[in-house]
């Protein structure tokens, strides 16, 4: 039956997952709960339950119209079930067909497959009235394209899923669709759809899953506000204009992705009103600053990726992302901030990666990156950062080449946390002066006393002043046994960790 689906908690397992590695888009298949089905039996499929005669003629001619011909030497199309189509029987022994599906998932998910040269969606599908689900993987991707046929619209009043991903579909997408105001999953991602997202599709209220991630899509985003939507993903296409303020109405949203578009404007605050927001990604685009203070409000994020966005002379807000206690990835690269690193950040315990390279911040590391434990990747290069590199060396083995600190104006390595030889994030940042100022690297160091500046290359038998370390490990055993349980909380939290 239905078991190479998933359903939809499954999808919320899988946004999660999408959030804590963001990096990877995830592969989504979604069906519906069939168990919700009102004509339903109690007990099991009976013996006697034929699949009704115009049902099954339509099933004929759409199977026949994706090269699957095969299927009309099969007597009872729901009796002989594939893999691809299901049935539910009526109080009067009649079965209904209620989701077909097509593609080759995987080697062990054997949809029937389309006939690239000659498949085409047939209109007999509107002869399927209590269709639930339509899904179509990789159909019409050969040598002619089509485009989504508008009768689509026209489909069964109580259709809920309708996936048609990575078929090469071109043209717009039907205003039509807005019709299926039962929808729950409309999936269009990896096609080659293009012009404006229909304003019609506001009429789908019930919608949980909406993505046309991966397409040509151009013009404004619809005012979407839509308070039952779980996933919103638009990203990798060519959308301009604002993000809509009305997205904070969106506010069951777990996964907010725009990334890759050609938006303008500046954040609007309102999406600090999406408290159950694990994964935001606007990079890419052209938002302009500032930063809003509103971001802190969402106390669920795990992912918040905002880079490639030049906001010209915005800064990080003080305290604005101190809220952010589950956030495991933060992205502000390549967004023109300026001025200081706030302390808080040290404060997100949960941090693994942090990347805030190719900016014009100043000042100093913060000291409260010590405690940033969980953090496996950090990229503060090319920057205007100056004074001494507060990591424990055993934070620096850990992070390894992960650590990027080259390109900045005047960072040094502080002897009192040990020795850093061989490692090599480390190369060419010279220990700091422990008497004087504490700005020594590279050509900045050739106007200060070459005799203070020593190279780690040419310290390797060298031991750090004992006074400068005396007092490092009490320091660092406290912030260890204020993690322990801080980390056992987290892992109750991460059921997929
Ligand atoms: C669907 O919606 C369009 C406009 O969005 C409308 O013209 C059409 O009549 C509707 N009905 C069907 C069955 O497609
Ligand atoms: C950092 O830069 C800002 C403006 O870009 C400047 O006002 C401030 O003095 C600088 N701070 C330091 C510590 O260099
Ligand atoms: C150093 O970083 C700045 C950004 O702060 C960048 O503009 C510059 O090109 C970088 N220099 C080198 C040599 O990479």
Redesign the pocket.
């Known amino acids: 039956m239905t078991t190479t689906l998933l359903s939809l908690p499954s999808i919320l397992a899988l946004v999660m997952l999408a959030a804590i590695m963001p990096c990877r888009a995830e592969f989504t298949v979604v069906l519906p709960d069939s168990s919700a089905l009102v004509d339903a039996p109690q007990n099991g499929f009976s013996n006697l339950a034929r699949t009704d005669p115009a049902e099954q003629r339509a099933v004929y001619e759409i199977m026949a119209a994706t090269g699957n011909a095969w299927a009309t030497a099969i007597p009872d199309v729901c009796r002989g079930r594939w893999h691809g189509i299901e049935c539910m029987p009526d109080r009067n022994d009649v079965y209904h067909v209620v989701s077909l599906s097509f593609g080759a998932l995987s080697d062990d998910t054997a949809f029937p497959t389309c006939d690239p040269a000659h498949a085409t969606l047939s209109p007999a599908l509107l002869h399927l009235p209590y269709l639930r689900s339509l899904f179509l993987y990789r159909c019409f991707s050969g040598d002619h394209p089509q485009p989504i046929p508008t009768f689509l619209g026209g489909l069964s009043p109580a259709l809920r899923s309708l996936v048609l991903r990575g078929n090469g579909h071109v043209g717009p997408i039907p205003a039509e669709l807005g019709n299926l105001t039962s929808l729950r999953v409309l999936d269009l991602h990896g096609n080659q759809l293009s012009s404006s997202i229909p304003e019609s599709l506001q009429r789908l209220t019930h919608l949980l899953f909406l993505d046309f991630s991966y397409n040509q899509l151009s013009g404004p985003i619809p005012s979407l506000r839509n308070p039952t939507l779980n996933v919103l993903d638009l990203s990798h296409n060519f959308l301009h204009g604002q993000i809509p303020a009305t997205f904070g109405q969106c506010d069951s949203l777990i996964k907010l992705d725009l990334s890759r578009n050609r938006l303008t404007g500046s954040i609007p605050d309102s999406l600090g009103n999406l408290a159950s927001l694990i994964l935001l990604d606007l990079s890419h685009n052209s938002l302009s600053g500032p930063l809003p203070t509103s971001l802190g409000k969402l106390i669920s994020l795990r992912a918040l990726i905002l880079n490639g966005n030049y906001m010209s002379s915005a800064t990080i807000p003080e305290d604005g992302f101190a809220g952010l206690k589950e956030l495991i990835t933060l992205v502000l690269s390549n967004m023109g901030l300026q001025g200081p690193i706030p302390e808080s950040i040290g404060g997100l315990l949960s941090l693994r990666v942090l990347h805030l390279d190719?900016?014009?911040l100043n000042g100093s590391i913060p000291q409260s990156f010590r405690r940033l434990e969980k953090l496996s990747e950090l990229k503060l290069n090319?920057?205007?950062l100056s004074g001494p590199i507060p990591f424990s060396r055993e934070m620096l083995w850990r992070m390894g080449s992960k650590l990027k600190v080259y390109?900045n104006s005047g960072l040094c390595y502080d002897a009192s946390n040990g020795r850093s030889e061989g490692i090599d994030s480390m190369s060419g940042i010279s220990y700091c002066e422990p008497q004087t100022k504490k700005v020594v690297v590279g050509a900045a160091s050739a106007s200060i006393s070459d005799r203070k500046t020593k190279h780690l290359s040419s310290r390797t038998n060298r031991r750090p002043p004992t006074r400068l370390s005396s007092h490092a490990p009490t320091h660092r055993s406290g912030i260890l046994r204020l993690l322990v349980p801080i980390a056992g909380l987290l892992l109750s939290v991460l059921p997929l960790l």
């Open positions: 190719g900016n014009k090319d920057n205007r390109n």
